[in-house]
């Protein structure tokens, strides 16, 4: 078992940044891949970024390529999502997520959840 769980969330203007983190507890993150997703009110939940166990390869949602940078750190069991220029559009609470299999941007193959935590982008 895994345990998740996000921080650094906030309201921020139009342009700012925000850094998340997920501290794991439980297991060693290098077991795992790691994602993050988010989800607006009434929208599905959404793939935002996924760092292989390594560190050494990332993927994106386009819209946030070269805004977005997701990384961890094996030894501190933490994952991050640096976000810089944030736009209204991300606006959501965002996820972040450990499985055990390979590279998806679906998250039913996810095998363990954090809590959440709300970013507020304002214009």
């Known amino acids: 078992q895994v345990q998740l769980v996000e921080s650094g969330g906030g309201l921020v203007q139009a342009g700012g940044s925000l850094r998340l983190s997920c501290a794991a507890s439980g297991r060693t993150l290098i077991n795992y891949g790691m994602g993050w997703f988010r989800q607006a009110p009434g929208k599905e939940r959404e793939f935002v970024a996924y760092?292989?166990?390594?560190?050494?390869?990332?993927y994106y949602l386009d819209s946030v390529k070269g805004r977005f940078t997701i990384s961890r750190d094996n030894a501190k069991n933490t994952v991050y999502l640096q976000m810089n220029s944030l736009t209204p559009e991300d606006t959501a609470v965002y996820y972040c997520a450990a499985t055990e299999n390979s590279y998806s941007r679906r998250p039913s193959t996810f095998n363990y959840w954090g809590q959440g935590t709300q970013v507020t982008v304002s214009s």
């Open positions: 760092i292989i166990r390594t560190g050494y390869t990332t």
